[in-house]
């Protein structure tokens, strides 16, 4: 199952717009348009779409859509990688802080004996 992206529809087949987990053969996912920018052009599009809001003109490009498609895809991944090295930064900061008397209980999972290795968190 690949993660999922922000497109714009006519970029793929009507067949691609499901959501596997949910089964659904057509699908659009949006919380809050005050935490997210793809929320927000969301909302806008749906808007003009049942005829409540006019459409922004910026919002009536294909190419514009496709590029902040892209956009937003590209920094969603890089929250996420981000995300993660946080939590590799900060696990490798505590199990290598100065804990001097401070006794744990642990299981060893793993032992890796080749030479040269550095012990990882990962």
Not at 22 to 46: E, N, Q
Not at 86 to 92: A, C, I, K, N, R
Request: net charge negative.
């Amino acid at each position: 199952m690949s993660p999922a992206q922000y497109f714009c529809s006519g970029e793929y087949k009507p067949t691609d717009w499901h959501h596997y987990g949910l089964a659904a053969p057509v699908y659009t996912h949006f919380t809050s348009p005050i935490r997210r920018y793809a929320d927000v052009c969301v909302h806008r599009l749906l808007a003009a779409a049942i005829g409540v809001d006019p459409l922004p003109v910026h919002l009536s490009s294909k190419s514009y859509l496709h590029d902040l498609a892209a956009n937003m895809n590209r920094r969603h991944r890089a929250a996420q990688l981000a995300g993660r090295a946080s939590v590799q930064l900060h696990t490798l900061i505590f199990f290598s802080g100065d804990n001097s008397g401070k006794e744990e209980d642990a299981y060893i999972l793993d032992v890796d004996t080749s030479e040269g290795v550095e012990p990882s968190f990962t």
